[in-house]
């Protein structure tokens, strides 16, 4: 069984800062790409910040300048810092890995339970 658990959401002013948190345990063998999503009311879920195993990343134009996704690679881990939200930044955000649970096994994606972030005065 692999769990992805997330932490670090809430309710910020505009202009202020947030860390998200999301821990991979259980059975994993490797990690290959970690990923944000997020998911605002009445819209699809959408692809926020990327990074592989060797830490390159990619990111939404969105997001650009504002957001810094990174990733532990000992602790399965992946964050996003997120600066200079905006109101429309407000979404439930979810973590994403493609991973190999075991050494004989193909990857597959696992998703968080999600995080709300909310951005208002």
């Known amino acids: 069984q692999v769990q992805l658990v997330e932490s670090g959401g809430g309710l910020v002013q505009p202009g202020g800062s947030l860390r998200l948190s999301c821990a991979a345990s259980?059975?994993?063998?490797?990690?290959?790409?970690m990923a944000w999503y997020r998911q605002a009311p009445g819209k699809q879920r959408e692809l926020v910040a990327t990074?592989?195993?060797?830490?390159?990343?990619d990111y939404a134009d969105s997001v650009k300048g504002r957001f810094t996704i990174a990733r532990d690679n000992a602790k399965n881990t992946v964050y996003l810092q997120m600066n200079s939200l905006k109101p429309e930044d407000t979404a439930v955000f979810y973590c994403?890995?493609?991973?190999?649970?075991?050494?004989?096994?193909?990857?597959?994606?696992?998703w968080g339970q999600g995080t709300q972030v909310t951005v208002s005065s």
């Open positions: 259980g059975s994993i063998f490797s990690i290959n790409v």
């Open positions: 990074i592989t195993s060797d830490g390159s990343t």
């Open positions: 994403n890995a493609n991973l190999r649970p075991s050494w004989n096994s193909r990857s597959y994606h696992y």
